[in-house]
């Protein structure tokens, strides 16, 4: 079986698991205003230089935020955002650059007095993305009606503005200040196109936290109890909350400023900021502290500003160092960015934290700490330290994801949020419906979709709330985006592993993820071990994976391309009848092969083209004798000789001639027999009658194995292998007899395994085509258990002949070998 993915130790691009992804991305498409006429009245070289500057600036800006330029046409700039890494913000990003974009232009001098404007149109939708070629400057990397969507969006932008299409606008609600127009006509499509103009940046607002809180509290125990220890042994504290977006981390923390506001008696203080994406400044989450400590709110006056800053540090600071430190802090807040000023701003800001906290408990909280800049981990740190160094009361709470490589201290606590239980969830949707005025009976629709996020919780629900149908949901674009970014965020092979993963029905094993994959077996055992400990993936009893949220299957799987996606099904359908063929397999009694020279066994355990010509096969299961999933050898065959075998077959034709007297004229199946009737002398005299005080012997057999078999080695003497078909049924009846099943199919030599049917009888069978048997009277018709019925396979030798138990009939996937 060849591999389809692309093997990263030979790629020439590492990183990506396949060739190709289908990708929600976000382009940007930008055009000169009036292009045309001012080209026709420069000369040539001016219009060279204007090219050049005005390229520059735009490449610069689509650089800095993490753009990709997929073409140059003509004075046109097409750009693509999250084509190869994925954030969950490439629409925000993709705008801000947009009005980044305008802004430079408009500062930076032309040829001459010329004054460039630009139309910007962004849109964001699925595309087939050539994950080798995402770099800038290569073409035809992204193919999809988005690309078109953006170019005819910016036909309707006004010069200097940037135009978003109703998918954009979304994703960027709350971060980019919009301004919806009336929808305008696209050719081709119908209704008309609703267009939204990008205003500006806009701090987003506080997230509403109402409602009780549903589970989390051992989480909020834990946590008060780790900072209330802080305070009352004057130890500072470290707390790090970890999980992915949508698992309620800035709830908790809302929760814990909330009840945690004294400690023994002892008012405590909390300062809180949170990291916005991408801030214009590096240092801005520490101005926010600031902010916080001061009392200070957005759009205050400078007056305003300056007092509040002077109340704060008047208690902490002596006069003269309060006059020079508000200065200081005023520049922090005005403009919060590396430059050497806003650093001693801050070092006045972490000193007058310490301060604060030797007057009164301080905790200082920080969330989504994995967007910040290294300046503010830099921060946070020499206030824990300085504070560790002075022994006062004050803790440090965090909040990130999983996979961010944070550098918290040593003494630091991690606390890990795991999903909601099922009962939590189940409540947490009943109160999110009753909210949003829908009925509570799409909990049962919505319970397996959330996997325990209450992020997803919100998303599904709002999602209902906004007209989608609760029969067919789709996924929230807000949950696709965090869970995008999830999967963005992994390597090449555990990235391959998860979307081959999300093809597969039920338990995960690396034994079909191998299959799938087209990889040696092995090679996805420790990525699905790090899988789980990266929190994406848990483990289950039955020595499998499942994904710890339904939306990571979902996305994994639809990321590959549609060819991809159905090889990958194909091989994932083969890799489930294997399993059960091997599961079945299992139960195969191998002891009659102890006896078998181990040359001969590595024979016949090589593919057919290997073994000489005309060598049998050993059976059903020859090819995959050496396999690691055959079952431990059982107890050995008993040694039956042929003759004493024909000695029983005669006294059995005889019962059965005088069976055959007795029964009534005509008749297929014997009466049933009234009861108190004589049975006939001669099945009176070979089956034993229970008696009310004997009742009669249950064989014991152990677990898995029909308690009335047992296992034959008929041994033929040197020149007595039978060799009519008669004999072979002689065999047959007599194994019948004994409990055990045999069949023996004789004619030449080397012999070979034949099937045995249900009345006894041989028929001439290839070893390519050996099948089994009902094992019991009565059982013809029926699909046996796994250990049931039994299978005639002769050995090498002449005349010996194995019985073992068989698996139930199969069938093998058409190109797939017995031993895959």
């Known amino acids: 079986m060849s591999s389809t993915v692309v093997d990263m130790q030979r790629t020439a691009h590492p990183h990506w698991p396949v060739p190709e992804e289908r990708r929600t991305v976000t382009v940007l498409f930008a055009d000169i205003v009036g292009s045309t006429a001012l080209v026709d009245r420069l000369d040539p070289e001016d219009v060279r230089a204007l090219q050049r500057a005005y390229f520059d600036t735009v490449g610069a800006v689509l650089h800095r935020w993490h753009g990709v330029v997929e073409k140059y046409v003509g004075d046109a700039v097409m750009a693509l955002f999250g084509a190869r890494h994925s954030d969950g913000f490439d629409a925000y990003r993709a705008v801000r650059a947009g009005l980044e974009i305008q802004a430079a232009l408009d500062r930076r001098q032309m040829v001459g007095d010329i004054k460039l404007r630009v139309r910007v149109g962004v849109a964001t939708g699925e595309v087939v993305v050539d994950l080798g070629g995402a770099v800038s400057g290569g073409h035809g990397v992204a193919s999809g009606a988005v690309i078109t969507t953006a170019a005819r969006l910016q036909e309707y932008a006004p010069p200097g503005a940037v135009a978003l299409c109703a998918t954009t606008a979304r994703a960027t609600a709350g971060l980019i200040a919009q301004r919806q127009l009336a929808p305008v006509p696209v050719s081709g499509r119908v209704p008309p196109m609703p267009v939204w103009h ?416 005309g060598h049998p096969v050993v059976g059903a299961r020859s090819a995959a004798v050496g396999s690691e999933r055959v079952g431990a050898a059982t107890a050995r065959a008993e040694v039956v000789r042929l003759d004493a075998v024909r000695s029983q077959a005669r006294r059995l034709d005889a019962v059965f001639a005088e069976l055959a007297a007795a029964r009534p004229s005509g008749s297929i199946q014997p009466a049933a027999r009234p009861r108190g009737s004589v049975q006939p002398a001669a099945l009176r005299r070979h089956l034993p009658t229970p008696t009310a005080a004997a009742p009669p012997p249950v064989p014991s057999s152990g677990i898995g194995r029909p308690a009335a078999v047992r296992r034959l080695r008929a041994v033929a003497s040197a020149g007595d292998m039978p060799s009519t078909r008669s004999s072979a049924l002689a065999v047959n009846r007599a194994a019948s007899r004994l409990g055990a099943p045999v069949a023996i199919l004789s004619g030449g030599h080397p012999p070979v395994a034949a099937p045995a049917s249900p009345t006894g009888a041989c028929a001439d069978a290839s070893p390519a085509s050996v099948r089994a048997a009902p094992t019991g009277p009565g059982s013809a018709g029926r699909r046996p258990l796994p250990g049931h019925g039994a299978l005639a396979v002769v050995g090498a030798p002449p005349g010996a002949a194995h019985a073992v138990p068989r698996p139930p009939l199969i069938r093998w996937p058409d190109g797939l070998a017995a031993s895959a």
């Open 198 to 613: 990008a205003v500006g940046p806009v701090r987003p607002s506080a997230d509403r936290h109402d409602g009780p809180l549903i589970g989390r509290r051992r989480e909020l125990a834990t946590l008060r109890d780790q900072l209330s220890r802080a305070v009352r042994e004057q130890n500072p504290r470290w707390v790090s909350l970890v999980g992915p977006t949508g698992s309620g981390r800035s709830r908790l923390l809302h929760e814990l400023t909330r009840s945690l506001t004294t400690v023994d008696g002892v008012a405590v203080r909390w300062c809180v900021a949170t990291c916005q994406p991408y801030p214009d400044q590096v240092l801005a989450p520490v101005a926010e502290l600031l902010r916080d400590f001061a009392g200070i709110r957005h759009g205050d006056g400078p007056a305003m500003v300056r007092d509040r800053l002077a109340n704060a540090l008047t208690p902490l600071l002596p006069p003269a160092r309060v006059a020079a430190a508000v200065p200081a802090l005023e520049r922090l807040l005005t403009a919060p960015d590396g430059s050497a000023a806003a650093l001693a701003g801050a070092a006045i800001c972490r000193d007058a934290l310490l301060r604060l906290a030797a007057h009164r408990p301080l905790f200082v909280a920080v969330d989504d700490l994995d967007r910040a800049a290294p300046a503010v981990s830099r921060f946070l740190h020499a206030l824990f330290t300085a504070a560790t160094a002075r022994r006062v009361p004050l803790a440090v709470v965090t909040l990130h994801q999983p996979q961010w490589a944070d550098t918290r201290p040593g003494p630091a606590r991690r606390m890990t949020i795991r999903p909601l239980a099922a009962v939590q969830s189940g409540r947490l949707l009943r109160q999110l419906l009753t909210r949003a005025g829908q009925p509570v009976d799409l909990v049962d629709r919505l319970l397996p979709l959330v996997g325990g996020r209450p992020g997803h919780a919100a998303a599904y629900v709002a999602s209902i709330g906004d007209g989608a149908d609760p029969a067919a949901l789709p996924l929230p674009e807000a949950v696709r985006r965090a869970v995008g970014a999830e999967l963005d965020r992994l390597d090449g092979e555990r990235r391959a592993v998860l979307m081959a993963a999300g093809t597969l029905d039920g338990v995960i094993s690396d034994a079909a993820l191998d299959r799938v994959l087209g990889w040696t077996p092995g090679r996805s055992a420790p990525v699905l071990r790090a899988l789980v400990a990266a929190g994406l993936l848990f483990p289950r009893r039955a020595s499998g994976y499942a994904f710890a949220a339904p939306a990571l299957r979902r996305v994994a799987a639809e990321r590959l391309p549609r060819a991809l996606r159905a090889v990958f099904a194909h091989r994932a359908a083969d890799a489930a009848r294997l399993d059960a063929v091997q599961l079945d397999a299992s139960h195969l009694d191998t002891s009659h092969l102890d006896a078998v020279d181990p040359d001969v066994l590595r024979r016949e355990a090589s593919p057919a083209a290997d073994r000489p010509a």
